[in-house]
């Protein structure tokens, strides 16, 4: 199953495809993160779902949604990162950041600051230049740590 839902030869409607994608995905995420925390894990493992766009703020005339880069959601649990805060908004019709945008860039920040001692990797020289002068230098998202 995928979550192409374009409602098309090959896809889905938004309706059957939640239903086949949606709920199985949220009972996994709910039940990994309850393990992790009755394990003491919480602030070792971090859950981090994304996808590589988002879809469009319209259902199509079929019942389904299509690519939309514009957008898109993202999930992290566990790890360091806040609990239960929600950052960012969308304009009302889901179409754009109405509050600043965050890119995959930011993202992979934060999960370095929250995984490493962003300090202590200054100092590694087995690690690529590249990698630490991106992690030290691209901004983590701050309201989520």
Not at 5 to 21: K, L, P, R
Request: with cysteine; hydrophobic share 40%.
């Amino acid at each position: 199953f995928v979550w192409d839902m374009h409602a098309d030869v090959n896809n889905a409607t938004m309706t059957e495809g939640m239903n086949y994608m949606g709920r199985p995905l949220d009972h996994a995420l709910s039940a990994f993160l309850d393990d992790i925390e009755q394990r003491g894990l919480q602030d070792k493992v971090m859950l981090v779902c994304c996808g590589e766009m988002g879809r469009t703020p319209r259902i199509n005339a079929k019942g389904g949604r299509d690519h939309w880069g514009g957008l898109a959601p993202l999930l992290m649990a566990g790890g360091g990162v806040r609990r239960g805060a929600v950052i960012g908004q969308s304009t009302s019709d889901a179409g754009r950041p109405q509050t600043e945008p965050w890119t995959i860039a930011n993202l992979l920040a934060t999960i370095y600051h929250s995984v490493f001692d962003v300090g202590q990797l200054r100092l590694d020289q087995s690690l690529p230049v590249d990698l630490v002068r991106h992690i030290t230098s691209t901004p983590p998202i701050a309201d989520a740590l």
